[in-house]
């Protein structure tokens, strides 16, 4: 009866953690496979609670949430709004040492996002809400209890306002919800830009990463938040040689001129 009860418990586990096992070694009998699987999945997550964020020692203890950002494309830079609209990869790693096995065939497993704690990373600087475009349903968790998450996100955020053709843009992350006594960035915090973007008109590079810490504002919250902006600077590059675009930067700079003597109101 015993048995039995525990066999159904693997199962009902299997049915609701396991969406993809990675192998190796596909010469292995298949029986190997299922117990290991099956053992996997009672052992991690016997006793296993979600709600609470894996502290290794004593509380409280931040968990170090590394972060690496990479710009994939702008899609446009709004001049009057100062607004960035770009595609970005996230991938955001911590480690979990409750979810740790011996791995001998399998080195990695996939659970849905609710059935493991997660950090809280939302953009701070964002007009919108950011439209997920690539979001697996599932996170990535190797034998060693690292969890990656990755995600490929449409964002607006608000850059620094400027007349210039350089712009000072940013993504800032960091949660207004867990404070740096329950989780913090990690060592490993990376920004960089694609190689894809040659016939863009915008010219994104990279400025650098920025830590700061803010105190917490919302009661009955004490405590510090932490946060990271990702400084970029988004150069407009107008093709002057272009008979399009020269009328364009001809009409601007009169609209500048017009501007700065303080005729606001006319129409063409
Ligand atoms: C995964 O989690 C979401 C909520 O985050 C839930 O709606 C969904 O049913 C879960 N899927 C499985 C297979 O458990
Ligand atoms: C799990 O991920 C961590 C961090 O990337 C890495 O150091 C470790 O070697 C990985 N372990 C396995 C078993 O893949
Ligand atoms: C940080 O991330 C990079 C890129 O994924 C990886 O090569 C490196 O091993 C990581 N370092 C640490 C300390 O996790
Ligand atoms: C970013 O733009 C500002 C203003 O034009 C300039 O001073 C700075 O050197 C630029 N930084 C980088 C890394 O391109
Ligand atoms: C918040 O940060 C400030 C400045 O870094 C520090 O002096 C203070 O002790 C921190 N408060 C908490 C509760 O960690
Ligand atoms: C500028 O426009 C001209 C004519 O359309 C084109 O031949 C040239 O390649 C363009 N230069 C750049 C740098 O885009």
């Known amino acids: ?61 931040a968990v170090p949430v590394n972060l690496e950002l990479t710009l994939v494309h702008v899609l446009d830079m709004d001049d009057q709004k100062n607004v960035l609209d770009s595609i970005i990869d996230l991938r955001i790693s911590w480690l979990d040492p409750r979810l740790f096995w011996y791995a001998y065939i399998i080195k990695h497993i996939t659970v849905n996002i609710s059935t ?8 701070l600087n964002i007009v919108a809400a950011p439209q997920v475009l690539i979001n697996p349903r599932t ?15 449409r964002t607006q955020t608000l850059c620094e306002p400027s007349d210039s053709m350089v712009k000072l843009c940013s993504f800032k992350f960091g949660s207004r919800q867990l404070t740096t006594n329950q989780q913090d960035f990690g060592e490993n915090v990376t920004f960089d830009v694609a190689d894809e973007m040659k016939d863009s008109p915008w010219k994104p590079t990279v400025v650098g990463i920025e830590r700061h810490t803010q105190p917490a504002y919302h009661q009955p919250l004490i405590g510090n938040y932490s946060e990271v902006h990702c400084l970029l600077n988004v150069t407009a590059i107008k093709n002057i040689s272009n008979g ?3 009328r364009y930067m001809h009409v601007s700079s009169l609209v500048t001129f017009m501007s700065i003597y303080g005729i606001a109101k006319f129409t063409f």
């Open 1 to 61: 009866m015993f048995q039995f009860s525990g066999t159904y418990s693997i199962a009902l586990a299997s049915l609701g953690f396991l969406c993809f096992i990675g192998t190796q070694a596909q010469t292995l009998k298949q029986g190997d496979y299922y117990d290991e699987a099956g053992q996997i999945f009672t052992t991690i997550f016997h006793k296993y609670n979600e709600r609470i964020n894996p502290v290794k020692d004593v509380y409280p203890k």
């Open 116 to 123: 493991v704690w997660a950090p809280d990373v939302p953009i």
């Open 139 to 153: 996170l990535v968790v190797n034998a060693t209890g690292d969890i990656f998450w990755y995600q490929r996100l």
């Open 244 to 246: 399009a675009s020269s």
